[in-house]
């Protein structure tokens, strides 16, 4: 039974989505239907297809009470809006549908879990969130309600668990046909924690053990967690509430952790060895990761983060876009990231140039565009030599008379910014992000992804990632190259079509 609600908001997504132009939407990124998108939820292979859904508010371009948005792809790439698949139409999500995930059920059926949001009066007339976690069960487009609901509540909270930040369950099954799943919860100090729990239906749950634990170290509530075994490790994602900055390492506001260790099964914690951010640019937040049929680790994240939202084309009645999908790897003990291999079908004209030497600015014919490819190697160690060596090296994109966006390396700092204030923007906030790059053999690597609204950037076959989204006018599509002394690169440059 599709519930007047969610009638309502098909609807409303159905009529609404054909005032948007092709053109006015990014290319091969999802944005929302219609409105308002956040976190990537339910991130799945179901029935020969990529499912993805995600927080959804059709009404208005701004977050509001969340629904599930739903789109599908055979490659990751094109995707197909179905039918918005969950609504807050019950006594436990009134307030909303916040984020989760999928997994298939044994006969063939789709489980979506998420966190319900109720608000609750307090005597002082305010409110309170009661987070719990719920279940709709359906067929890859239409989803009922589990009538049991909520299979997770303040019940099977360990000790000092806070009722109010109790979200985002990541499910998978098990080998032997069990599932586990994990959830964003803090303390009452607001230090967060990665519970885990087990069920045998993925209807009946039971609380296994606090995986991991913050214990102050990044930022507070730990939201969207995922915990996977990948190369030999494991790996436990999560996105940290109210960062503080550690070097170049971690900044300010919402932040992206990846963990990497193993996983003690006997008293089922896991064991960190290593931490980094996910992503070094300004936009990314709550990925989530799908195990592909062919084995490989793909992480999808939303293009935005909490603190840099107000950077917005009012033209648009769409806000919020997906980023690239990822194949993840361990490498030397850190998270790896390539844009999906499927991306290189789209690849269309060529333009080439090897071992250019230049200083000053140069542009090269033929490399402009703004849905681009673009492979560029920094030869550092020729660039350093003769006389005027390089000091800083710069690429220039979505570039006319008045605007770019740019990224930049200083050879000597070994430092990498990623600077949008030229784009276009009317407002005074976060526009860089610098981020400590290594030299390898010589060189510095840079795959350039740019869709219309967004750039990622891999660095050194994806030892890192800075990713970031503007809005400068389609128009601007020039790229030029600036160099402060002596560079010597190599561009290879495909149009994405
Ligand atoms: C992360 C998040 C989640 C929550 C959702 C609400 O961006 O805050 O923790 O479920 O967004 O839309």
Redesign the pocket.
């Known amino acids: 039974m599709v519930s007047q609600t969610l009638r309502e908001a098909r609807k409303y997504e159905e009529t609404m989505e054909k005032c948007i132009g092709e053109a006015a939407r990014p290319a091969f990124h999802l944005c929302p239907r219609v409105g308002w998108m ?2 990537p939820n339910g991130f799945s292979f179901y029935k020969g297809e990529y499912h993805l859904f995600y ?1 959804y508010y059709p009404y208005d371009s701004v ?1 509001n009470q ?1 629904h599930w948005g739903h789109a599908v792809s055979r490659d990751l790439l094109h995707w197909t809006y179905l039918p918005a698949a969950l609504a807050p139409d019950t006594a436990f999500d009134k307030d ?1 549908c ?2 989760g995930s999928a997994v298939e059920l044994p006969d063939g059926r789709q489980l979506l879990i998420y ?1 319900g949001v109720v608000k609750e009066p307090l005597v002082d007339g305010s409110f309170r969130e009661i987070q719990t976690q719920c279940i709709a069960v359906g067929d890859g487009r239409d989803y009922e309600k589990y009538s049991g609901n909520p299979v997770l509540d303040g019940e099977s909270l360990p000790e000092g668990g806070s009722r109010s930040d109790f ?2 369950p990541r499910i998978w099954m098990e080998e032997d046909g069990t599932y586990r799943c994990v959830v ?1 919860n803090c303390t009452e100090n607001h230090d967060g924690r990665i519970l885990l729990y087990e069920s045998r239906d993925g209807l009946c749950w039971d609380f296994v053990s606090i995986l991991a634990e913050n214990k102050n170290r990044f930022g507070r509530m730990w ?2 967690p995922d915990f996977f075994e990948l190369d030999g490790k494991y790996v436990l994602l999560t ?1 940290p509430q109210d960062m503080m900055p550690r070097g170049f390492e971690y900044h300010n506001g919402n932040g992206t952790l990846c963990l990497i260790g193993s996983y003690d099964r006997e008293n089922h914690v896991f064991v960190q060895e290593q931490d980094q951010a996910i992503d070094y640019g300004i936009d990314f ?2 990925p989530q990761t799908v195990l592909a049929p062919d084995g490989r680790r793909i992480m999808i994240g ?1 293009m935005q983060n ?1 603190d840099t939202c107000n950077l917005r084309d009012t033209k648009h009645v769409w806000f919020g876009q997906m980023s690239l999908p990822r194949e993840l790897s361990i490498k030397n003990g850190r998270l790896f990231q390539r844009p999906v291999r499927e991306l290189d079908a789209m690849r269309g004209r060529e333009v080439r140039y090897e071992n250019v030497a230049f200083e000053g600015i140069t542009r090269l014919p033929g490399v402009t565009g703004r849905r681009i490819d673009m492979e560029l190697v920094l030869h550092v160690d020729e660039s350093l030599q003769g006389e005027r060596g390089l000091q800083k090296f710069a690429v220039r994109f979505a570039q006319d008379d008045v605007c770019h966006t740019a990224v930049s390396f200083r050879p000597h700092e070994s430092l990498l910014k990623i600077d949008r204030k030229f784009s276009g923007s009317r407002r005074a906030f976060i526009h860089q992000r610098r981020s400590l790059v290594p030299v390898r053999d010589g060189k510095l690597k840079l795959r350039m992804i740019l869709d219309r609204f967004s750039a990622e950037v891999f660095v050194n076959d994806g030892e890192q990632t800075l990713t970031l989204t503007f809005y400068t006018d389609q128009s601007a599509e020039g790229i030029s190259f600036y160099s402060d002394g002596r560079a010597v690169m190599d561009v290879v440059k495909y149009d994405l079509c």
Request: hydrophobic content about 30%; overall charge negative.
């Open positions: 956040n976190d927080q977050w969340m909303g916040f984020s966190t979200r985002d964003g939201e969207c996105s937040y709550a939303w909490w």
